[in-house]
Structures are given as C-alpha cells and as structure tokens.
C-alpha cells in the first residue's frame, strides 16, 4: 500500500448527518449514519453479494428521494420494493476487494470495496464507512468497541500502524474482506457525478455506515 498527500477539499456535512435518527433514541445533533436501528442484530448480518448491492437493477436509488430531501432528514428511507429486500437500516455483510481507505474531515474511514481484484480505475466500487469511535460521533456507546477495534485492524494490518490520508492510502495488494454494517443512502449525492477517491468511483449511493465488522477472508472471487 501506499500514504498519500491530503486532500485539499474537507468533506461537507450533511443535513441527514446532523439531525434526529427517526429510528432511533439518539439525542438531536447525532448523526444518521453513526447510529443504528434499535434492536438491531449486529451479529447476525444478511448476507449480500458485492455484484447485488452495486447493481441498479438489483438495489436501485431510493425512489422519490431528492438531493438532501427534507423527508428524510429526521427519518431513515422507508422500505420500497427492490429484487434484493433490503431496507436502509439494514445491517448486512458482504465480501470484497478492499483497494483504498481515506480519512475524511469528520473523522470517519472512508473505505472503498470492489468485486474484483484489478480495479484500481475502476467504477463499480461501493463505499463503506467507519465513523469514529467517541461520543461526540457516535453517541451508542455500545458501538464504540467494535468500531475501534475495525479502525486498529484498518492501521495495523493494512496500513503499516498509519492513520490513512485524506486523499487516500492504497494497497499495493488489495485486501480481500469480509465487511459488516448498517445499509445507509447517501442521498447527499444525488444528481452529483460518481464520487471515489483516487479514480476510484462508486458505482451506487448506497453505503455500509457505520461498518461495525471488517475481516479478513477467503471469499473473494
């Protein structure tokens, strides 16, 4: 793998980050995507293949959702048909080629996951997310061991015992993963060009955030 130089544009907050979790008990002013749905069963993940959750066919955009919609602020996505089932709030796993982690402004781990192993330009990448792991992002205490203890696997085992750069550490040689976390809707990004670091895009808004797993396996393809 390899650091890199920082990047020069922090990444903006968003409404939906900084408002009420509808379905949740967190406090106003916790962010959406740092928390999870009450009751949620971080042990037992629904299981989806990386090709399905980046296939607009089989996961499409949440309908009717618009750019920072006001409907969604202080609630998650409610669960729409799609060939998958799967709801935002969801916590799922899935396995994957893990090519660049960044730091972002607001302290998370930006990590990108893709299906194949050469695919450092590629554009079918899903982005997963690791907030980090104190009270003033993620107010569930409870998530905060699992969190740090994907974070510490992140520097230690991947990235040398370095913290990784805004612009993005990549790995030499992709680590093949096995990533756990709440399905999340980016929806700060609709209507933008694909975003990714290192010309690296995603291929959906949809996200893993917070991660609160990451492995390693032998699953990849």
């Known amino acids: 793998m390899s650091g890199a130089d920082e990047d020069n544009f922090p990444r903006r907050h968003t409404a939906r980050e900084s408002l009420l979790d509808g379905a949740s008990t967190s406090p106003k002013g916790i962010p959406v995507k740092t928390s999870v749905p009450e009751g949620a069963d971080l042990d037992h993940p629904t299981r989806v293949d990386l090709a399905d959750l980046i296939d607009a066919a089989k996961l499409p955009d949440a309908r009717g959702a618009t750019k920072n919609d006001a409907q969604f602020q202080a609630a998650r996505i409610p669960k729409f048909d799609n060939p998958l089932g799967v709801t935002e709030g969801e916590i799922l796993s899935t396995v994957g080629w893990l090519h660049v982690v960044a730091a972002e402004a607001d302290g998370d781990y930006h990590i990108q996951i893709s299906p194949t ?34 974070r510490s696997l992140i520097r230690e085992r991947m990235l040398q015992g370095r913290e990784p750069s805004m612009r993005g550490s990549v790995l030499t040689r992709p680590a093949c993963i096995d990533v756990a976390g709440q399905l999340f809707y980016d929806d700060a990004h609709v209507g933008d060009q694909p975003r990714g ?25």
Do not use: N, Y
């Open 117 to 150: 192993h050469d695919d450092d330009q590629g554009t079918d990448f899903l982005i997963v997310e690791v907030p980090t792991p104190e009270t003033r992002f993620v107010a569930d205490a409870s998530l905060h061991a699992p969190l740090e203890a994907v």
């Open 197 to 221: 670091k290192r010309g690296m895009k995603a291929a959906t808004l949809w996200e893993l955030h917070p991660v609160t797993h990451i492995a390693f396996s032998r699953g990849c393809t």
